[in-house]
């Protein structure tokens, strides 16, 4: 079982993210990403958009689909910030992120 990549959890490391980031939008989500040595993900979603038990799904179906596909993804700190939440199964939410990190180019 592959090792999950690194977490941004602290808000003053997500600040530091979101000052010195490039944006990529969707529809439901946007990636805010800077070059690194590693891989770093850190997820945001806010309290508009459902109850716990609904954000917490989705943060879980981004953070899986990056440690699924972290061979893939050139290193980088990586925020995703959810605008709405995403769908309930995983293959809708991995077509999302696809989408996002190819136009960020952070797909090897």
């Known amino acids: ?7 941004i959890k602290k808000p003053a490391r997500f600040k ?3 000052k010195e980031a490039q944006k990529v939008f969707a ?6 990403y800077s070059q690194a040595k590693t891989l770093e993900i ?8 459902g109850g716990a038990v609904r954000r917490n ?10 440690r699924l596909n972290q061979e893939t993804i050139k290193p980088a700190e990586i925020v995703i910030v959810l605008r709405r ?3 309930e199964n995983y293959i809708e939410t991995s ?3 696809l989408k996002l990190l190819r136009k960020a180019g ?3």
């Not at 529809?27 to 805010?32: H, I, N, R």
């Not at 850190?42 to 958009?49: E, N």
């Open 16 to 18: 530091e993210v979101f």
């Open 42 to 49: 850190g997820v945001t979603i806010s309290k508009k958009q």
């Open 95 to 97: 077509q999302i992120m």
């Open 27 to 32: 529809d439901k989500a946007t990636l805010l």
């Open 85 to 87: 939440p995403l769908p």
């Open 1 to 7: 079982m592959p090792k999950p990549p690194s977490s």
């Open 106 to 108: 952070l797909v090897k």
């Open 57 to 66: 799904r989705s943060r879980r179906l981004v953070r899986e689909f990056f």
